[in-house]
């Protein structure tokens, strides 16, 4: 197992199309995380679970983001309605311990 | 409330040069963790040390060095003898432990040029 992996890379949509994002974690880590990271900014926390538990949500996850972790291996990130300010990287990471290993990101354009 | 700091938005060195990015953490719990990552043109986060509060010494690996101090509230990153690989933004992150959180807050990032 070579690390965190996230399909796509980049996606390009239009307004008001839903995308849905993968992540793979590291196979022994029980912990996932999400996060976005805007031009210029460091990465912010949108959702974590633990298996297949959701446990801790941002108020940046608005109800039009929903994550899911159904068998407490792989996650999907679904965006509906997209909007413009919804463009940004979205990372996943996972851990078995204190520390967070990040995957490469998946680049959304909103256009 | 939880705050990084990263007060160096750019820096630009010459190879060889020896450069110190900056970082200030705010957090009211006394148990906490300090991470330091590595962000090239390519995107992906790459972690390089974790520091827990109750361990104030300093690390060094290879031509990187941290300087944790907990009376300034400061996790400085020192790179010897930069080189043109080192070129990345780099991010500071805390997470503090006192109320279970498990999420990481990151500084804004310092963006570091290292020049031939």
């Known amino acids: ?111 | 409330a939880q705050k990084v700091t990263q007060a160096q938005t750019e820096i630009s060195v010459v190879e060889k040069e020896d450069v110190t990015l900056d970082c200030v953490y705010e957090t009211r719990d006394t148990t906490y963790y300090l991470f330091w990552y590595k962000q090239p043109p390519s995107g992906e986060l790459v972690f390089l040390i974790r520091r827990n509060s109750f361990d104030e010494q300093n690390e060094i690996s290879g031509r990187y060095s941290w300087n944790f101090q907990k009376s300034t509230s400061s996790f400085n990153f020192t790179i010897t003898a930069s080189q043109v690989v080192d070129s990345a933004v780099y991010f500071c992150a805390l997470i503090p432990r006192g109320g279970g959180s498990e999420k990481l807050v990151f500084g804004k990032g310092t963006k570091l040029t290292v020049n031939p």
């Not at chain 1, 796509?8 to 912990?31: A, L, M, W, Y």
């Not at chain 1, 039009?64 to 996650?75: I, L, N, T």
Request: glycine fraction near 10%; aromatic fraction near 10%; include cysteine.
């Open chain 1, 1 to 111: 197992d070579t690390g965190v992996s996230q399909d796509p890379r980049h996606k390009i949509t239009k307004r008001g199309q839903n995308v849905t994002f993968r992540c793979d974690p590291i196979s022994e880590h029980n912990r996932l995380y999400w996060y976005r990271q805007t031009l210029g900014q460091g990465p912010e926390f949108l959702t974590y679970f633990q298996n297949e538990a959701q446990l801790e949500k941002s108020r940046l996850l608005s109800d039009r983001f929903s994550a899911e972790r159904p068998k407490g291996s792989f996650s999907t990130l679904e965006i509906q309605r997209t909007e413009q300010g919804d463009s940004a990287m979205y990372l996943c990471a996972s851990g078995g311990g204190e520390t967070q290993y990040f995957g490469p990101g998946t680049r959304l354009l909103v256009l």
